[in-house]
DNA sequence: GTCCAGGGCCGTT
DNA sequence: AACGGCCATGGA
């Protein structure tokens, strides 16, 4: 790949913060197990302008229950959707999450009853299918495809554009301008895109709006 | 006490 | 198409 602001902006943040640390550990782990990539989910959800502290404190409580997982959440009745809400609490607008969860869960589940459903529908097929799911937006959507399901498709978010601005590499933060520019400029490499999406994170958080 | 975090939905204009 | 109100907790 030739040099580019954006691919530069890559190298320079390896450079500066290694390899994601933290919660980065499990999303850019490569191979994930099942549970792994089920936790991973879960997480995407949860973290909606959240606090990761927070999400933790979540994740804990849904660990001890044993319900930290897709399959685990999907076995549950709509009766229990609100026990799933008491657990997630910490993460914040846990009722809506709950329901997110419950929902996304089942649809999971339904999807993996056909033979390798998630590695044989095509990206946009896939892509679609999510964000015509309550709770599953563009972002949440691009994070689960490329986090837990290994797919090669640039996630954008707050902090995306606050580097964006803070380095000129475009003047329109629309969604889907920046997911096309980035990937235009970059490897289609689901590798790539999850340590690089994880180090921008990492480094939005010293830059203010 | 105040501010805000890795969004997304819904109603209004 | 764009914008504002709303959902909520816990840490700084």
């Known amino acids: 790949m030739k040099q580019n602001k954006i691919y530069k902006l890559y190298k320079d943040l390896r450079k500066k913060h290694g390899k994601p640390q933290d919660q980065w550990q499990l999303w850019c782990r490569r191979p994930k197990t099942k549970a792994e990539r089920e936790e991973v989910m879960v997480g995407a959800i949860l973290t ?30 709509k009766k229990d959707i609100q026990e799933l809400a008491a657990l997630i609490r910490p993460s914040g607008f846990y009722q809506q999450k709950a329901n997110y969860l419950f929902y996304f869960a089942k649809f ?43 797919k090669p498709i640039f996630v954008i978010d707050e902090y995306t554009r606050r580097l ?18 980035f990937e235009s400029k970059l490897k289609k490499d689901y590798r790539l895109y999850q340590d690089f999406h994880a180090l921008i994170v990492i480094e939005g958080k010293n830059f203010k709006k």
């Open 108 to 150: 999971i589940c339904e999807k993996n009853k056909i033979a390798n459903y998630f590695s044989v529908q095509p990206l946009e097929k896939l892509r679609k299918e999510f964000l015509s799911l309550k709770g599953i937006g563009p972002e949440t959507a691009d994070s689960i495809l490329l986090y837990a399901l290994d």
């Open 48 to 77: 909606q302008q959240a606090n990761w502290k927070n999400v933790d404190l979540a994740m804990d409580n849904l660990k001890k229950a044993r319900k930290a997982k897709i399959s685990a959440i999907c076995a549950l009745g």
């Open 164 to 181: 964006a601005k803070r380095y000129r590499l475009a003047y329109n933060m629309d969604y889907a301008y920046l997911q096309k520019l």
